[in-house]
C-alpha cells in the first residue's frame, strides 16, 4: 500500500490514523505546487485531481479524499471509531462536518489578499468553537482517540501554525494528541519535526 501525502496538510491526518492502525504502508511524497512525486513522475498520473492523500492498494486499486481514507481505516481498526449504536454514522457525520465546514475554507482563506481574509478566517474560527464542546471529556466522542481526532488535529495544529486563537479547550487537545506515539512517527517522517 502506498500514502500519497504532502508534508503538513491533511494527508497528515490520514498517515497518523494509519500508523494507529498499526498498517503497513509506503509514504510517498508529493510536491503539491509541481504535482511531482519525489521519486519522480507526475502525481496527476496517479491522481488526476492533484489532491492528497490517495490511498493506492496493492493490487492497484486507489482510494481518495480524506473521508473515505479515514473511514476505510476505521474500519480495518475498530478501536479508532465511537462505539454504540449509529457509531459508524456519527463517525461518518463528523468526518463530514470537519471536511466541509473547517477543511474547506482554509483553502478560500489562504488564496485571498490578507486585507480580505478575516471574515473567512472569522467562519474557520466559528467552527473550531462549534466542536470545542465536544473535547471537554478528551477527545470528539469522549475517551477515545478516534480518526476524527486525527483529521481534526490536524487542522487544528495548522490553524495555530496560521496564527489562529483557537477557543478553550483546543490547547490542550492538540498538547494531549501531539503526545501520541503515532503522531511523532508521522511529524518525523514527513519532515515535519
Request: contains cysteine.
Amino acid at each position: 500500500m502506498k500514502l500519497y501525502s504532502a508534508p503538513g496538510f491533511t494527508s497528515l491526518a490520514d498517515h497518523i490514523a494509519m500508523l494507529e492502525a498499526g498498517l503497513q504502508f509506503d509514504l510517498v511524497k508529493v510536491d503539491l505546487e509541481t504535482r511531482q512525486i519525489e521519486s519522480g513522475g507526475l502525481y496527476t498520473d496517479i491522481n488526476p485531481t492533484g489532491y492528497v492523500p490517495a490511498l493506492m492498494f496493492d493490487d492497484g486499486e486507489m482510494l481518495t479524499e480524506n473521508v473515505a481514507i479515514l473511514a476505510w481505516v476505521a474500519d480495518c481498526e475498530p478501536k479508532l471509531a465511537p462505539q454504540g449504536h449509529l457509531s459508524r454514522y456519527r463517525l461518518l457525520e463528523m468526518l463530514s462536518f470537519i471536511a466541509t465546514e473547517i477543511h474547506k475554507r482554509f483553502p478560500t482563506y489562504l488564496s485571498l489578499p490578507e486585507e480580505v481574509r478575516e471574515p473567512t478566517g472569522l467562519q474557520i474560527v466559528h467552527w473550531f468553537g462549534f466542536v470545542a464542546g465536544r473535547l471537554e471529556r478528551g477527545y470528539l466522542f469522549g475517551e477515545i482517540f478516534t480518526v476524527a481526532d486525527a483529521y481534526l488535529f490536524q487542522l487544528a495544529w495548522g490553524a495555530t501554525h496560521l496564527g489562529f486563537s483557537l477557543p478553550e479547550p483546543f490547547e490542550g487537545y492538540i498538547a494531549r494528541i501531539m503526545q501520541r506515539p503515532s503522531v511523532q512517527a508521522a511529524l518525523h517522517r514527513e519532515g515535519l519535526a
